[in-house]
Structure formats: structure tokens, C-alpha cells
């Protein structure tokens, strides 16, 4: 067997599970006796970091000296029970406390690097749930000056506005948010001296020889490599959110050009790999959803944190508080059915809700995915929306309004309501025109279904039994939490802690 290239570890993907899993696997591991070992990242595009570098960065591992230094009373137990409140305990109980008892000892490992400086800061779970931690548990970290990472900036995926729009983000600036997640672990990998990290490679195929996956095939534009994983390949390459074909074939809601993956990236190409050696599935028809503002390019934007407005869908009527968590108000959507459109007036100066990336009115005007109009008769006959049942809707609203209580949602009612607020009421007439209508569709952050994983982020094969040498992490394995959203920083906080299990089982059944 000819061999491109030979390492320890290969990993698929460059986002922030992948990362995590690269570092875990370059450095030296003292207290396992074992040096670093040599690590290929592999990300298929020419740039580093996926839905990743898109993201807040929130990093929900719960119970660890973060936490503890930010002094916000949370603990292993509580994290415990408010997620045993939310997904029970049938079939995840295992992972769940793989997880819990992890995260601990990934944050150690993290800062133990002088790259990785991180703070909590908050942001409220999104379940009214035992355990839950009103203000949030989750952590983000520091914004990350560009001379620190060099000629490495220009590896790190762009903020979504710069990527999609070209707009926004002037240059120069702190790398923030993912983009600060992505570029300190890259920062950090380097430094390791023990991994290469291959741009422009996009793993095809996984190699086996007796039972056991001891390598990758992979594409270039220079042609197929085959590059050896005498230890593993970690899969952390994202989910099939891209793929309109597999979408339709698994049944997950909303569309491929609605997802807020970057443009081409995930089109699940590492699970769909695992399957033909035998690896089994689970959770096919999830995603991290979300409410997506129709953008003129087609595509949608995730908006969350509305501060005024009302959605109704097509009878003209609401069906949901509108500032629920983005991935509940995403479900929302996905049983009402189209059309949606979010119902404003000129009290607020724009969009009264956060789009990323940001929606430019004119331009939405124009595209025919903004109505304009002086009455809600009129904008009722631009949407197509019964005008009559619109009407009554927004006068009902606001005199929900005018008591501060939504009787038919109880929108405002919930410490994330009113996070984006600040404080002040989400409950705000709509009665100064002009008024506008914005399209409203089912977008997400990425599917979350793939493949079955054990708590050590071992692929299983469809007899339910690890397959030697093979590791799933990220959206590329099936979430442990279901069709459920617990809090933010769940999908990059569960990515990093399995794909570093995933790492430790290699030292430990190979050293
Ligand atoms: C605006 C926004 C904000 C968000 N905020 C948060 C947040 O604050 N906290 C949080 O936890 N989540 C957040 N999310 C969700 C989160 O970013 C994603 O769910 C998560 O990052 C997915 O991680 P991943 O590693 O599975 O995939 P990705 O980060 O998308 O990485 C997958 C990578 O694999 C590469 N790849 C695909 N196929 C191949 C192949 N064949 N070979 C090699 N490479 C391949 C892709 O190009 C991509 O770079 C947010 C998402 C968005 C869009």
C-alpha cells in the first residue's frame, strides 16, 4: 500500500470540534506518558474553520474553572439535571455524563495553552428547566489581535457578512467570536510543531485493511492522496446541511440554500464515507434550526433576538412567541408551514431583530422580500395575506402590548426574551406606519443527525460495535441531545468534548 503521506492522526474538517481534536492529538500528553502525535487536519475548502469561524463561538461546557472564576453557581450536578430535565435519560445517559465529566478537564487542557484565553459571558440556557442557569453558563473567548496569528489570519474563514455579502468587518481588526475560537486554535496547533494543516484536501474515501480504518483518500487539485492514520481518523466535517438531494432524501425541514453553512462546505461527504465501510446513522432528519430572513442572493439569514414585530404565517395569524430560542421558534416554523413573514412598523429603525448577516432594507425592498405600505390593508394585499385576519392580529397584539402580558404566547415572560432587549418589554405596538412585512424562512446552523458515535466518539458499525480506528464528532455524528437545543454553545461545546474523548481513546488503546 502506497502511502502519500504517514501520520498518527487524521482529522476531517477545521472546525471547532476538528480543532479541538487536532490539538488534543499534536500535543504532548504527560500525563498519558505520550508525545505529540503527528496530525493532518484536513478541510476541503481553501479555508480553515466552517460554520465555526460563522459562529457567536458560545461554548457550553458546563462546570468547569470558567465558570468558577465568573462566579455564576454552576456545577457539574446542576448541568446534569438540567439536561437529564430535558432529554430523560433513555439512550443518552452514557454520553451525557462522558460529556459532563469531560468538559472539566478539556477546559484545563485548553488553557493550559497561552492561546486559549476564554471568559464566560452571558447568555440564558434556553429551557425554563431545573438546572438551568438564567443568565447562561456558556463561554466565548477573548477577541484575538491579528498580529498574534500572522500569516495564519489569512487562513480563518471570513465573518458570514464579509463571506456572503462582502460587506461589513473592516479589515485590520481583532479577529472576534468564531473566528477568534478558530484562529486560537490554529495558533495553538502550530505551535505544536506536530500538525499539518491541509487546505484545499477533501477526504473522499476512508481506507481499511483488516477490519481496521488505517487511512483516508482524499482530493487536491493536484490529484487523490492517500495519507495514513496509523492511530485514527476523527471525522469532524460537519453535517450534510448543503446537499439539497440528501435533505430531501433524510427529511430534514427547510432547504440547502437556506442553511447558514458556508457555500459548499457540508454536503456530508465524511458521513457518507463512514456508511459504505458499514457505519451505522442516526437522527437523519435534524438540524440545529432557526428563523431565516430571505436575502436577495437566495439564501437566508439567521435572525434571532427579535425586539419588536410579530410573525404570522399564512392565515395572517401568530402560532408562536416570537422571541423563543431561535432552534424552538425554527420548529415553530417547520409545523406551521409556509409563508411566514415578520410584521414591523417604522418604530424601529430597521430589522427589529439581529440578521446574520445584515440585511440591507433597501435592497430587501427591491428583491420583493420587504413590503412596504401606509396601512395594514395595503400590506396585507402586497403579501397576499388575508387582510381582515392580519388586522385583527396586529390590533389583538397590540393590546397585548399595551398590558406588557401576551396572552396567547407569553412572549416577554422568559429571561432569554429579554436578553436581546436588554431588559425593556419584546411586547411593542405596531401602529405607526408605514409598516413593512419581511420574508421569514426555516433556515439552520447545520444538520445534527449522522453518525452513531459511543461516548468515546467511536464510529459504530450497523451491528452496533466500534469500528476499529474510527471516531465521529461534531455534526457529523448523531447529537446526543435529539431534536433538542439546550443551550448555546451546545453544538461547538458537544463537538469539542467528543472529538477530544475521541483523541484519548486513541493514546490509550494504541500507546
Ligand atoms: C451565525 C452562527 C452563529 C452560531 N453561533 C454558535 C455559537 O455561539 N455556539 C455554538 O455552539 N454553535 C453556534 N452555531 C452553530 C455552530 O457553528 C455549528 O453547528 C458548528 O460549528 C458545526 O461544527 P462542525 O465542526 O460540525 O462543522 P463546521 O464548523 O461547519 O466544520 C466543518 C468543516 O468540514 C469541512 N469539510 C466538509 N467536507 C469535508 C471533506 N470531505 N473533507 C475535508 N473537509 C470537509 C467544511 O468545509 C468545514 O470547514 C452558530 C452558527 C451560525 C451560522
Sequence with gaps: MAWDDEYDVVVAGSGAGALAGALAAASDAPAAASDGLRTAVLEKTSLVGGTSAYSGSAIWLPGTRVQERAGIGDSTESARAYLR???GDDGNAAHREAFLETAPELVEFLERDPAIEVEWRAFPDYFDAPGRIDMGRSFVPLDLPLE????????????VDRDRTGRGHAPGRPLAQGRSLIGRLLLAITAT?????RTGTALTDLIVEAGRVVGVAAMTAEGPVRLRASRGVLLAAGGFESSAELRALRGVPGGAAWTMAPDGANTGDAIAAAMRIGASTGLLDQAWFCPGLAMPDGRAAFTLGFRGGLIVDGTGRRFANESLPYDQMGRRLASAGDPFYLIFDSRSDGLPAISIPAAAPEEQLAAGLWHQADTLADLAAKTGLPAGALASTVERFNGFAA????EDFHRGEDPYDLYF?????CLVPVDRPPYFAAKIVLSDLGTKGGLRADPDGRVLSGAGRPIPGLYAAGNTSASFTGPVYPGPGIPIGT???FAYRAVQDMRRNQS
Design 85 to 87: 430535565a430535558l432529554l
Design 148 to 159: 498574534r496569528l500572522g500569516e495564519l489570519a489569512g487562513l480563518v474563514r471570513p465573518p
Design 193 to 197: 510543531g506536530n500538525a499539518d494543516v
Design 403 to 406: 398590558k406588557g402580558v401576551d
Design 421 to 425: 432587549t436588554g431588559g425593556k418589554p
Design 495 to 497: 463537538a469539542m468534548a
